[in-house]
Protein backbone atom coordinates (compact mmCIF):
# COMPACT_ATOMS: atom_id res chain seq x y z
CA UNK A 1 0.00 0.00 0.00
CA UNK A 2 1.35 3.31 -0.95
CA UNK A 3 0.08 6.53 0.66
CA UNK A 4 -0.46 10.10 -0.39
CA UNK A 5 -1.30 12.44 2.28
CA UNK A 6 -2.43 16.22 1.10
CA UNK A 7 -4.66 19.08 2.64
CA UNK A 8 -2.24 20.81 5.17
CA UNK A 9 -1.72 24.43 5.31
CA UNK A 10 -2.17 27.57 7.99
CA UNK A 11 -5.33 28.35 9.91
CA UNK A 12 -6.07 30.46 12.26
CA UNK A 13 -6.57 29.06 16.08
CA UNK A 14 -10.39 27.97 15.86
CA UNK A 15 -10.35 26.84 12.48
CA UNK A 16 -11.28 24.03 10.73
CA UNK A 17 -9.05 21.81 8.13
CA UNK A 18 -9.59 18.52 6.11
CA UNK A 19 -6.61 16.08 5.44
CA UNK A 20 -6.69 13.86 3.19
CA UNK A 21 -4.83 10.61 2.71
CA UNK A 22 -5.13 8.23 -0.64
CA UNK A 23 -3.92 5.02 -0.91
CA UNK A 24 -3.29 2.24 -3.67
CA UNK A 25 -3.37 -1.54 -3.74
CA UNK A 26 -5.89 -4.25 -4.28
CA UNK A 27 -5.97 -4.56 -0.47
CA UNK A 28 -6.50 -1.00 0.81
CA UNK A 29 -9.36 -2.04 2.25
CA UNK A 30 -7.99 -5.04 4.63
CA UNK A 31 -5.89 -2.06 6.32
CA UNK A 32 -6.36 -0.35 9.66
CA UNK A 33 -5.63 3.46 8.88
CA UNK A 34 -4.33 6.03 11.21
CA UNK A 35 -3.29 9.74 10.82
CA UNK A 36 -0.21 10.50 13.43
CA UNK A 37 1.32 13.73 14.31
CA UNK A 38 4.89 15.23 14.95
CA UNK A 39 5.38 18.58 16.53
CA UNK A 40 8.42 19.86 16.55
CA UNK A 41 11.28 18.32 18.93
CA UNK A 42 8.67 15.88 19.83
CA UNK A 43 8.18 11.98 19.53
CA UNK A 44 4.98 11.37 16.35
CA UNK A 45 2.26 10.46 17.98
CA UNK A 46 -1.12 9.09 16.94
CA UNK A 47 -4.06 11.37 17.01
CA UNK A 48 -6.70 9.26 15.44
CA UNK A 49 -7.24 5.46 13.37
CA UNK A 50 -10.08 3.93 12.00
CA UNK A 51 -9.91 0.17 11.70
CA UNK A 52 -9.68 -1.83 8.75
CA UNK A 53 -13.84 -2.72 8.56
CA UNK A 54 -14.13 1.04 9.71
CA UNK A 55 -16.51 0.33 12.47
CA UNK A 56 -13.94 0.91 15.36
CA UNK A 57 -12.50 4.53 16.15
CA UNK A 58 -9.79 5.39 18.05
CA UNK A 59 -8.77 9.44 19.33
CA UNK A 60 -6.11 10.75 21.38
CA UNK A 61 -7.46 12.54 24.53
CA UNK A 62 -5.71 15.77 22.99
CA UNK A 63 -8.27 15.81 19.60
CA UNK A 64 -11.17 14.26 21.42
CA UNK A 65 -14.56 15.87 19.87
CA UNK A 66 -12.13 18.20 17.83
CA UNK A 67 -11.03 15.58 15.31
CA UNK A 68 -13.34 13.17 12.80
CA UNK A 69 -11.80 9.81 11.02
CA UNK A 70 -13.57 8.45 8.44
CA UNK A 71 -12.38 6.10 5.25
CA UNK A 72 -14.02 6.12 2.01
CA UNK A 73 -12.75 2.59 0.55
CA UNK A 74 -14.23 3.29 -2.64
CA UNK A 75 -11.93 5.99 -3.31
CA UNK A 76 -9.12 4.36 -0.89
CA UNK A 77 -9.07 7.30 0.91
CA UNK A 78 -8.75 8.10 4.55
CA UNK A 79 -9.61 11.90 5.91
CA UNK A 80 -9.05 13.69 9.15
CA UNK A 81 -11.62 16.40 10.09
CA UNK A 82 -10.55 18.55 12.44
CA UNK A 83 -12.21 21.58 14.01
CA UNK A 84 -11.31 24.23 16.92
CA UNK A 85 -8.11 24.22 15.83
CA UNK A 86 -5.36 24.66 18.60
CA UNK A 87 -1.92 26.19 18.35
CA UNK A 88 -0.72 22.93 20.09
CA UNK A 89 -2.03 21.07 16.60
CA UNK A 90 0.72 22.40 15.16
CA UNK A 91 2.61 19.32 13.42
CA UNK A 92 3.59 17.85 10.38
CA UNK A 93 0.55 14.98 10.03
CA UNK A 94 1.58 11.33 8.62
CA UNK A 95 -1.00 8.91 7.79
CA UNK A 96 0.47 5.37 8.04
CA UNK A 97 -1.41 1.82 7.05
CA UNK A 98 -1.53 -1.54 9.59
CA UNK A 99 -2.95 -4.75 8.06
CA UNK A 100 -6.23 -5.71 9.78
CA UNK A 101 -5.84 -3.97 12.92
CA UNK A 102 -6.69 -3.18 16.04
CA UNK A 103 -5.67 -7.05 16.46
CA UNK A 104 -8.23 -8.20 19.05
CA UNK A 105 -9.76 -4.58 19.54
CA UNK A 106 -6.84 -3.52 20.87
CA UNK A 107 -5.69 0.04 19.67
CA UNK A 108 -2.43 -0.99 21.44
CA UNK A 109 -1.44 -2.74 18.65
CA UNK A 110 -1.30 0.20 15.97
CA UNK A 111 0.96 2.72 17.06
CA UNK A 112 3.89 4.46 15.22
CA UNK A 113 5.90 1.93 16.33
CA UNK A 114 4.02 -0.33 14.45
CA UNK A 115 2.99 1.10 11.22
CA UNK A 116 3.36 -1.19 7.97
CA UNK A 117 3.26 1.55 5.28
CA UNK A 118 3.70 5.79 5.81
CA UNK A 119 2.30 8.29 3.66
CA UNK A 120 4.57 11.42 3.32
CA UNK A 121 3.69 13.83 5.99
CA UNK A 122 1.21 17.16 5.24
CA UNK A 123 2.45 20.35 7.81
CA UNK A 124 -0.63 21.70 9.81
CA UNK A 125 0.54 25.18 11.44
CA UNK A 126 -1.90 26.96 13.84
CA UNK A 127 -1.40 30.54 14.27
CA UNK A 128 -2.81 34.02 14.15
Known amino acids: VQLQASGGGLVQPGGSLRLSCVGSGRTFSSYGLGWFRQAPGKERERAAAISWSGASTYYADAVKRRFHISRDNSKKTVYLDMYNLKPEDTAVYYC??????????????????????WGEGTLVTVSS
Open 96 to 117: GAKFKVPYGGDWSTFSSNTVDH
